[in-house]
């Protein structure tokens, strides 16, 4: 059996070339760090007299001096549980409503050698789709605040003034200078040291393509569609819009088109125009005119996406709110966090 696959215009995702070997980004979560910890650990130094010696002591000093953000109830860890919980919520409602019928593939005769698919949808897909995603983002944006708050909190070493806790929104920015101006303005400079500021400055939308670009690296992507493509940006674009402006559009998406055949085939996959609503042509399926072949069982996979910003329009919904979950816990708060 030889089987035909068409992908339906898959975009590129945010890049990850370099990300990896970034040594100041944090591997695993605050919560897998806290649970993994060793008992001990031998950092080795060389005395000037050529012998070794081992510096346990200064190992569990570290980890004491970090506790304070690692504590389950902190306010950051609350709520990337609760987007955590909105998620889950929603991927399950997203699997009982792409698998109990909600929508059909259906073919019907074109011109001579085409045959058409039309995406024919039972149901509409649910608003609530919308509020639930719209809840993740809240929760996942609002522990990025709550963590600054608390290093600016550990910084002046007392409870903060109702101004200055207005002043601690976690900033995210696409342009170094718009971030140097938030450091700027008053009351943050007495909220956040230089190390607190230098944490979050290498969190930012392509901080890392800058700092390579810097180093005189050329074999990088566009810095802008580095930024397009970072999950802070998406998160940002995406909570801003839902909050101030309106629900987002969650939508019907296909993913991938494939049949089978017995030997070699000439038949070729047209996809229809986006958006793909109620009727839409979801594509074309085209015969040879020299080499007719019998109409094949047609095979589709369904998302449902965002269609904007384009950087969140990569993947299906549940799997952009995972992606963003895990940014923000694995690498940005522990990142953020552990400056303090």
């Not at 060793?38 to 980890?63: K, M, Y």
């Not at 409602?93 to 073919?107: A, I």
Request: hydrophobic share 35%; net charge negative; with cysteine.
């Amino acid at each position: 059996m030889n089987w035909h696959r068409f992908f339906f215009g898959r975009r590129r995702r945010k890049p990850q070339t370099y990300r990896k070997s970034h040594d100041r980004r944090e591997r695993y979560s605050a919560r897998y760090a806290a649970e993994h910890k060793p008992e001990t650990f031998q950092a080795v130094i060389r005395l000037p007299d050529g012998t070794v010696s081992g510096c346990e002591h200064e190992h569990r000093a570290r980890s004491a001096a970090q506790e304070w953000w690692l504590d389950s109830d902190c306010a950051w860890w609350a709520k990337t549980d609760c987007a955590k919980g909105h998620i889950d919520t929603l991927a399950g409602q997203v699997d009982d409503f792409l698998r109990t019928g909600s929508y059909e593939v259906m073919p019907e005769q074109g011109s001579p050698g085409e045959t058409i698919y039309r995406l024919r949808m039972s149901r509409q897909v649910p608003t609530h789709f919308s509020t639930t995603l719209g809840d993740a983002l809240h929760d996942l944006r609002s522990a990025l605040d709550c963590a600054a708050a608390g290093i600016a909190r550990r910084y002046v070493k007392r409870d903060l003034e109702e101004d200055e806790e207005r002043a601690c929104a976690f900033p995210i920015y696409s342009k170094p200078s718009e971030l140097r101006k938030f450091f700027k303005d008053e009351p943050r400079p007495s909220l956040f040291g230089p190390p607190q500021q230098q944490a979050i400055r290498e969190v930012q939308p392509a901080a890392l393509h800058d700092d390579l670009a810097a180093q005189g690296r050329s074999d990088l992507h566009e810095r802008s569609e580095e930024v397009e493509y970072d999950h802070l940006a998406v998160l940002q674009r995406l909570s801003n819009i839902d909050k101030h402006r309106r629900l987002h559009v969650v939508t019907f998406w296909p993913d991938l088109i494939y049949w089978g055949s017995d030997g070699p085939s000439r038949r070729r996959w047209q996809w229809g125009t986006p958006p793909f609503r109620d009727g839409a042509i979801l594509g074309r399926l085209l015969d040879d005119p020299e080499d007719p072949e019998p109409l094949p069982e047609l095979y589709h996979e369904i998302e449902l996406r965002l269609t904007d910003p384009p950087g969140a329009a990569t993947v299906d919904v549940v799997r952009l709110l995972e992606g963003m979950h895990r940014h923000v816990t694995c690498q940005v708060l522990p990142h953020v966090l552990a400056s303090s």
